[in-house]
């Protein structure tokens, strides 16, 4: 069954906001480490942000313009992005890792199906 479904993606203008979102099953959410990815064409996917327990991070790229958070009342993990690029393009994706290790080395145990955002100049 699917664990992880995102939300939110689209297009915007730089500048602009958006915030994504992953619900995830009740299991996933209460036990997992989540996060999120992103992909280019031609690319690796690389992390963006992730969230273990009481503790959340966003890498060096993003941080400032990006935050992550949780909503335990409905099992979604947020990605709110501010202040977008156009070089922010990229398909995005929700993870989930029994370890956050795994997570942080890009290797969860799921993937959610992905959402694109695009950033036009």
């Known amino acids: 069954q699917v664990q992880l479904v995102e939300s939110g993606g689209g297009s915007v203008q730089a500048g602009g906001s958006l915030r994504l979102s992953c619900e995830a099953s009740?299991?996933?959410?209460?036990?997992?480490?989540m996060g999120w990815f992103r992909q280019t064409p031609g690319n690796k996917r690389e992390g963006v942000a992730s969230?273990?327990?009481?503790?959340?991070y966003v890498d060096a790229p993003w941080k400032g313009r990006f935050t992550i958070s949780r909503d335990s009342a409905k099992n979604t993990m947020y990605l709110q992005m501010n202040s977008l690029k156009p070089e922010d393009t990229a398909m995005y994706y929700c993870?989930?890792?029994?370890?956050?290790?795994?997570?942080?080395?890009?290797?969860?145990?799921?993937w959610g199906q992905g959402t694109q955002v695009t950033v036009s100049s």
């Open positions: 009740a299991d996933i959410y209460m036990n997992y480490a």
């Open positions: 969230v273990d327990g009481a503790s959340a």
């Open positions: 993870a989930a890792a029994k370890i956050w290790a795994n997570l942080a080395i890009g290797r969860p145990d799921y």
